[in-house]
């Protein structure tokens, strides 16, 4: 029990899992109440930034919490760091937290998911499946408890940046580059997926009213291109002479094949949807891998740092980077590689790994749901990667 005050109190991480606590407790009596477990995917698009923020901000805290769930500066935390200063490696996950959060809380209003009485479809599947009581612990135990503390560790790297000395590397830029493109796929990506669902289910209700596909592919595609966003719109001259053509448009990136045999097919197959089955989720690990190597970086890379001379060419910005890496990652650092201590200097990479591995298991059950409802001639693990383009 002093260990749990501790660590509540004192602790690095005392208001994080304070915070944690308080929204694990509210989210799980509000689904209970309503008879909906989909409490945590409305709060998703704002814990990790809510973290991130509280970490890069800390100059703001008071060192004392005065009233509850106000953030403050714990005391182990005030040793970590013996004088709280601004992070610029911090803040730069910090707005490129605040970009995902945009992002994210914008798909989610569009679909229409941060309505009350909205659902998770998948959760209704699993309630079928098993018996109240197990489908409550289970809503207790994960829905609630495990995704909650999987968010809190997406601002694990925020902590690590804090704690750092406040130069910045090369390497956080280059960074900080690739993770703004992969934002911008992602973006991409949601949009053609909103643009293909707009038009299935525009073309399936006109067709059940009308029992003509061509005017319901018309009607739908008119629906559709008001939907569409650059680089997710649909291809030139989608006439309904295309509904039995070949799937060769689908390779194109930026533009879709919205036909009635795409409406019928259930699942979009064209644009970046060609070459990945799941772009989006790839982006969304891709990028929460980047946020975890900007501050596992910048530990690998003491050296190379902007404007203080440490590196005079790009040759020796190399060799330096190199010898970092050896010095980092040899074993004399680990005197048993079999012990769990071994692992210690990837322990920044480990909120990355628990959304891959996360991401992984709701793509296999997300997967058996589709192949339920959309039976098809060719598997559909025939059509392209789940999550990577090859």
Known sequence: ????????????????????????????????????????????????????????????????????????????????????FWSPRALILLFLVTI??????????????????????????????????????????FIAATQNLLLLTLGYPAYLASMQKPQMLYSDAFLELWALGVLLIEFTADNQQFVYQTYKHAYLDHFRKAASSSAAHTHALEVASKAAWPFASPSPAQ????????????????????????AHRGFITSGFWAYSRHPNFACEQTFWWIICFIPFSARAYPLVMFGDGAVTSFLE????????????????????????TSLTPFLPLLPAL?????????????????????????????????????
């Not at 602790?11 to 689904?31: D, R």
């Open 239 to 262: 006439s309904i002479s295309t509904a039995n053509a070949s799937d060769s448009g689908r390779t194109l990136l930026t533009n879709l094949r919205l036909t009635p045999t795409e």
């Open 1 to 84: 029990m002093d260990s749990i005050i501790s660590a509540l109190t004192t602790s690095s991480f005392a208001w994080p899992l304070q915070f944690c606590l308080f929204s694990t407790v509210v989210t799980y009596i509000a689904s209970v109440l309503t008879s909906n477990v989909s409490q945590v995917d409305r709060v998703w698009t704002f814990l990790p930034l809510i973290y991130t923020a509280y970490f890069a901000l800390l100059p703001l805290w008071p060192l004392e919490q005065t009233i509850p769930l106000l953030p403050f500066v714990p005391s182990d935390l005030q040793s970590e760091s013996q004088d709280i």
């Open 354 to 390: 628990l959304l891959s591995i996360l991401f992984f298991s709701s793509t296999l059950y997300t997967e058996a749901i589709s192949k339920s409802k959309y039976p098809l001639p060719t598997p559909l693990t025939k059509l392209e990667s789940r999550c990577l383009p090859f």
């Open 100 to 141: 995902w959060m945009f992002r994210l809380s914008y798909n989610t209003y569009r679909r229409g998911l941060f309505s009350l009485s909205d659902e998770d479809y998948r959760w209704a599947v699993l309630r079928a499946q098993l018996p109240p009581f197990l489908f409550q612990l289970v809503n207790l135990t």
């Open 317 to 340: 910005m190399i060799m330096s980077a190199l010898e970092n890496i050896k010095s980092t990652f040899t074993f004399t650092h680990f005197p048993n590689p079999t012990s769990l």
